[in-house]
Nanobody
Framework: VQLVESGGGLVQPGGSLRLSCAASGFTFSSYKMSWYRQAPGKERELVATIISTGETTTYAASVKGRFTISRDNAKNTVYLQMNSLKSEDTAVYYC????????WGQGTQVTVSS
């Protein structure tokens, strides 16, 4: 199993970024996928989840209405569109596959700063 995140970077408050997580080594279309984030000095927190078909998504209250999780099962990729970014969104963002097993990507840094 391999998960590779990309798309992070430095963005000004109010800006947008789209993160991608390319998956391999398993049947991507059979698994729920999630995005998590970890800010300096804080615990890793769940940001958004999408079921295997993509029909249902859930979000943390802090990002609801600003972030959108989606997936392309033909490309084995899950995305996180982040709009109206705030300084408190600064963190390393990780994608995670649902159990069985615990599989994380290496993370991608998102920094929101003027």
């Amino acid at each position: 199993v391999q998960l590779v995140e990309s798309g992070g970077g430095l963005v000004q408050p109010g800006g947008s970024l789209r993160l991608s997580c390319a998956a391999s080594g398993f049947t991507f279309s059979s698994y729920k996928m999630s995005w998590y984030r970890q800010a300096p000095g804080k615990e890793r927190e769940l940001v958004a989840t999408i079921i295997s078909t993509g029909e249902t998504t859930t979000y943390a209250a802090s990002v609801k209405g600003r972030f959108t999780i989606s997936r392309d099962n033909a490309k084995n990729t899950v995305y996180l569109q982040m709009n109206s970014l705030k300084s408190e969104d600064t963190a390393v963002y990780y994608c995670k596959r649902s159990p069985p097993g615990v599989y994380w990507g290496q993370g991608t840094q998102v920094t929101v700063s003027s």
